[in-house]
T-cell receptor, first 114, second 113 residues
């Protein structure tokens, strides 16, 4: 069935270090991928997206890499800050007849220590 | 520019009751999707509305139904509540003709006793 999974359920990093959050997906027909950040008690916050015909996209302090050969996605956060502490989800986007839905994995918790 | 808003923030119901949750999409968006997020899990797609019609549906029973109004706002209705329906219900909006990224509201925390 469709699924989006994550390699590491919890990631602990030191403030100022770079963080890498990994994600494996199973549906090779996915059209795009999105990374979301969810803080406690809040809804998921959009970070960055990447279409399936790309292999890299950069934003402010974040980079997403897509390897379709091994169905792997990663989110790199540069100079991690305490405010980056949250649960991160990768979501697989599937377009159907012009409409889209997202399939989420369980998430990775990022803990940033001073 | 207002983001996605949802109401109420929290809700407590008992088994067998019915509940209605409300969502206003981000300004300029025309498509609303609903997700259920159980504690410690990722959101699960319930359904998506565009032009006041359900366009896609996830693996949820008919007890879950929805509606979209001409102003693009939406409601999620759940009938015959079960204990397992306790979750955070998230509304996400997007623009059908734009980038497919969906933007989420803060959610409604539903507790079924």
């Amino acid at each position: 069935g469709e699924s989006v999974g994550l390699h590491l359920p919890t990631l602990s990093v030191q403030e100022g270090d770079n963080s890498i959050i990994n994600c494996a997906y199973s549906n090779s027909a996915s059209d795009y991928f999105i990374w979301y950040k969810q803080e406690s008690g809040k809804g998921p916050q959009f970070i960055i997206d990447i279409r399936s015909n790309m292999d890299k996209r950069q934003g402010q302090r974040v980079t997403v890499l897509l390897n379709k050969t091994v169905k792997h996605l990663s989110l790199q956060i540069a100079a991690t800050q305490p405010g980056d502490s949250a649960v991160y989800f990768c979501a697989e986007g599937i377009l159907s007849g012009g409409y889209n839905k997202l399939i989420f994995g369980a998430g990775t918790r990022l803990a940033v220590h001073p | 520019d207002a983001g996605v808003t949802q109401s109420p923030t929290h809700l407590i119901k008992t088994r067998g009751q019915q509940v209605t949750l409300r969502c206003s999409p981000k300004s300029g968006h025309d498509t609303v999707s609903w997700y259920q997020q159980a504690l410690g899990q990722g959101p699960q797609f319930i359904f998506q509305y565009y032009e006041e019609e359900e366009r896609q549906r996830g693996n949820f029973p008919d007890r879950f139904s929805g509606h979209q109004f001409p102003n693009y706002s939406s409601e999620l209705n759940v009938n015959a509540l079960l204990l397992g329906d306790s979750a955070l219900y998230l509304c996400a909006s997007s623009l059908l003709a734009g980038r497919p990224a969906q933007y989420f509201g803060p959610g409604t925390r539903l507790t079924v006793l």
